[in-house]
């Protein structure tokens, strides 16, 4: 049997189990997830997580050093930081359009006893600044990506400048490549149990109650998703990219499913690589540049979220939103996908500055967050999708461009 499917039945099983929690005690639960659940799933994750680190810096090296020139890669990260900006907007605008149209918080009294404090996140100037890093070796430590993908790229144009002089480097790049590859190969084959664990715990986690009350906050959320990644998506794939949206998703599939149980794009990267190569055809360098990036700065499930929520609350604490609030939600959270790339919880604090932004109340976040985890699955899956349609995206059009070369 293929991972794909073996993941697919683990997730199909991880759902009916999670269902099934919630009809026996608390207590009982508990200590399954406590001993059981929990210590799998964190175990699955922590596999993959050290990972990206290394995986991200030589990927990154070598995806800079293969693309040669330093102006061909300025023109690809243009390109690709202009299309995770338009598709951002995008999913923002039809997050709000959603949210009017099914109007989810505008019935029934909610009530919670969460608490939710936001954390600060740092100014998007001082990010910006931030990207350049003082200590390389500290950034890694720290996991910050942003810096480390910054130091990787200079590696990476420095090894394509000087050419045979570094080739004994280059080639341990490439030696290195290799056995993070493999690496991530053997923890793969642990994904099923570990998509099991994570799907689970959250289902059994949030419980049905939670679930029920916050039904249509959910199917808003969830109709969101798929509209974008149907129809924005599948026609950037179509009209730029020149494909079969239909091949596109079939051959990403397993990354879908492995960024839906560990609801982390940064966790799913190694994976979500590897699947674009290898199923799609993406070519390593602009694969190795494109998905990193866009697993730090594009987070376009994110921001259908944060639209919808911000509809939400308004329309539970009866405070109507102006055109002006609307364009300043999507400009505020459009900035915010990379003001706030390297904060833990982003997505929740990208959602405080914006309800900050246009005096909403921060305190309705907590309305939900208990069921965040299980929609935090959903948007990370279309979240890698944004990045590998954009690296599916500008592969073909080089793919197109050397054939055209070749011709002349």
């Given amino acids: 049997m293929s991972l794909t499917k073996k993941i697919l039945i683990a997730l199909v099983l991880g759902v009916i189990f999670g269902i099934g929690f919630t009809f026996v005690p608390q207590e009982l639960f508990t200590t399954i997830n406590t001993y059981i659940l929990d210590p799998v799933g964190q175990i699955f994750l922590n596999l993959i997580m050290m990972l990206v680190v290394p995986l991200v810096f030589v990927s990154i090296t070598l995806g800079t050093a293969g693309l040669g020139e330093p102006a061909k890669l300025g023109k690809i990260g243009i390109y690709t930081v202009g299309f995770f900006l338009v598709t951002t907007s995008c999913a923002l605008v039809i997050g709000l359009g959603l949210g009017y149209l099914l109007e ?13 404090e936001p954390g600060e996140a740092p100014p998007i100037m001082e990010t910006i600044v931030n990207i350049i ?10 996991g910050e990506m942003l ?4 130091f990787a790229i200079f590696i990476g144009i420095a090894l394509a400048l000087l050419g045979e002089k570094t080739a004994g480097i280059y080639r341990l790049f490439e030696q290195a490549n290799e056995i993070f590859n493999w690496i991530v190969n053997f923890v793969m084959k642990a994904a099923p149990y570990g998509a099991f664990a994570l799907v689970a715990s ?46 596109f998703y079939k051959g990403f599939f397993p990354a879908m499913s492995v960024g839906f149980s560990t609801s982390s794009s940064n966790a799913t990267l190694p994976f979500s690589m590897k699947t674009a190569q290898e199923n799609l055809g993406v070519k390593k360098e602009i ?34 939103l102006e055109f002006t609030d609307m364009l300043m939600v999507v400009l ?8 706030t790339a390297g904060v833990p919880s982003v997505g929740l604090i990208m959602l405080a500055m914006v309800l900050a932004q246009v005096g909403l109340p921060v305190e309705g976040i907590a309305l939900i967050v208990g069921i965040d985890r299980l929609l935090d699955m959903l948007r990370t899956s279309l979240n890698i999708t944004g990045d590998a349609t954009c690296a599916f995206i500008i592969s073909e059009q080089e793919k197109r461009k ?7």
């Fill in 133 to 142: 890093p003082e200590n390389p070796i500290a950034s890694m430590a720290d």
């Fill in 287 to 320: 694969s190795s540049f494109v998905q990193p990036l866009g697993a730090t700065i594009n987070m376009d499930g994110t921001a259908i979220m944060q639209a919808v929520a911000t509809v939400f609350i308004s329309q539970v604490y009866a405070i109507p």
């Fill in 202 to 247: 959250a289902i059994g986690d949030a419980g049905l109650d939670a679930v029920g009350s916050m039904a249509m906050y959910m199917v808003t959320v969830v109709l969101g998703l798929i509209v974008h990644g149907l129809v924005i998506y599948s026609l950037a794939i179509w009209w730029i990219g020149r494909a079969n949206p239909f091949k």
């Fill in 332 to 339: 505020t959270a459009t900035l915010a996908s990379i003001g």
């Fill in 147 to 150: 810096q480390i993908i910054a």
């Fill in 402 to 408: 050397e054939l055209k070369a070749k011709q002349l």
């Fill in 104 to 116: 989810p918080g505008k019935e029934g009294v909610f009530e919670t006893t969460e608490e939710f």
